[in-house]
């Protein structure tokens, strides 16, 4: 494929200062390998309020749009009030994201939610979500996993009749890096897989099926199953 022809993906950074750790956006470089190897040429995008004037502009950049995990979503976006277990929250981040996808939703570009991206795809087009699964669901499965290899800890059970069977196995092991989960399902999106308590562990748009979101992070595992969902992503661009 010539680099002319090659996709560009926007992917927004994280910003270290949540976490007190300094001025610095950033994001881990697993995420751009999976998609240069997919086809695809990342590029990182800093969450700055200034640049919420500029969106329709940054889109223009864009063929794909990657939403990439990182801290809760502020619960003041579905409506909701913090509970005592909600983690760092990042409301420049998700302002900005939320009106990424909004506008990205008009234009047509193709949107891969990952983790907290699944999740900001379904609070952007009007769901909502567990704040703390450990306070709000009985009998949960293991969903913050304490091996930190990235390889898979929990069983999800696929649609067979969704994109993902093709890539994925009916029933297959995936990663977990999460204590928020979609409560509510946003109106135009489908679940299409769900883990052994019945969260939500993948979506798919009900008309685009170039927009969709996983709960786990194929970025980190190395097994040719989560590089095809990168596949898929850049091939339906």
Known sequence: MADTQKPII????????????????SLGTKYTRKIHLAGGIPLLIPARPQLND?????????????????VDLHPNYYGEEPVKDLGYVDVIRDSFEIALVENALELGIPIFGICRGMQLLNVAMGGNLYQNIDTEIDDHIQHMQKSGDGSGIHSIHVDSNSFLSHICAEK?????????AIKNLADGLEAVAWSKDRLIEAVVHGTKDNVFGVQWHPEEMRDEKSQKIFNYFIDHI
């Not at 926007?10 to 956006?25: A, E, H, R």
């Not at 749009?65 to 990182?70: E, F, I, K, N, S």
């Open 10 to 25: 926007g992917i927004v950074t994280s910003y270290d200062g949540v976490f007190k750790k300094g001025d610095v956006n």
């Open 172 to 180: 297959s092991f995936v990663n977990s890096f999460h204590h928020q």
């Open 54 to 70: 500029d969106i329709t502009r940054i889109l223009t950049k864009m063929d794909g749009l990657v939403l990439a995990g990182g």
